[in-house]
């Protein structure tokens, strides 16, 4: 059942990221605007995000098997690190693009119809939000979790835009739209951070939190024949998880 809605939850964000790609390529050609630009560098790292975590997540659910008995659910902390490197990359070409047009000032254009189809793309963010949401409930799946991080940014980020592009358009605060792309510059460093922080700790096969290890020792010791739990261990490996504990158990009963 989770391999079946990660399988579908990121077909359905490779859709969404090519087209918020498409449609605000094509924005960013009749504005010229940074802001804009910044959230099309944003919609591209969704896209090869969304690509990665597509092919990441079916390889993960494979069963264990003689050749990785542990099963090869860290490929989804592997899909993380890409997406990771490809954050960082674009996070630093927009400084670069923020500075040059800080120094060369330039008026947008189109305004208006920048922001009505910046409004547009918010809205179908929002539907994928909420579908990404859910699957993570179900499923728990890093790559889903990295993946709507990214999303989730982009929404946020894209209401700062259109308020650069109006205060650019219409007041005289013409450098507003490349605050805006400097902003979010910075925002894209903060989520690469959180999702590489989510990597490591699978990588290094960090313990659960306290809650789920409580939790694991409450459901071993429902069987009336164990009498403790000692030396309890956990990692997470994508959707899977693993556990090894000790079990002290009543000397009289039989090794059956």
């Not at 944003?42 to 997540?57: R, Y």
């Not at 069987?223 to 079990?247: E, F, W, Y």
């Amino acid at each position: 059942v989770a391999a079946r809605i990660t399988r579908l939850i990121t077909t359905t964000s490779g859709c969404v990221g090519l087209l918020c790609a498409i449609g605000i390529w094509f924005v960013w050609q009749e504005s010229h605007s940074v802001g804009i630009l910044s959230s099309l560098v944003h919609s591209a790292l969704d896209l090869f995000g969304a690509i990665s975590s597509f092919f990441a997540v079916r390889y993960a659910a494979r069963p264990p098997d003689g050749e990785y008995r542990f099963g090869r659910g860290k490929a989804e902390s592997f899909s993380a690190v890409f997406q990771v490197c490809l954050i960082v990359l674009g996070a630093f070409h927009l400084i670069e693009e923020v500075f040059h047009r800080v120094s060369h000032p330039e008026a947008l254009t189109q305004g208006g119809f920048a922001i009505a189809m910046m409004l547009v793309f918010i809205a179908i963010t929002i539907w994928l939000l909420i579908a990404q949401s859910w699957a993570i409930r179900a499923t728990g799946s890093i790559a889903v979790r990295g993946d709507r991080a990214h999303y989730l940014a982009d929404l946020l980020a894209n209401v700062f835009v259109i308020l650069g592009i109006a205060l650019s358009s219409f007041t005289a605060f013409v450098w507003a739209d490349a605050a805006v792309g400097g902003l979010r510059a910075l925002w894209l460093l903060w989520t690469a951070f959180k999702i590489a922080r989510l990597a490591w700790a699978q990588l290094m096969d960090q313990e659960l939190n306290p809650e789920e290890r409580a939790l694991i020792t409450r459901l071993a010791l429902q069987d009336p024949k164990i009498k403790a739990v000692h030396d309890l261990r956990t990692r997470a490996s994508g959707p899977h998880i693993h556990i090894q504990m000790r079990l002290d158990l009543d000397d009289a009963i039989t090794l059956s």
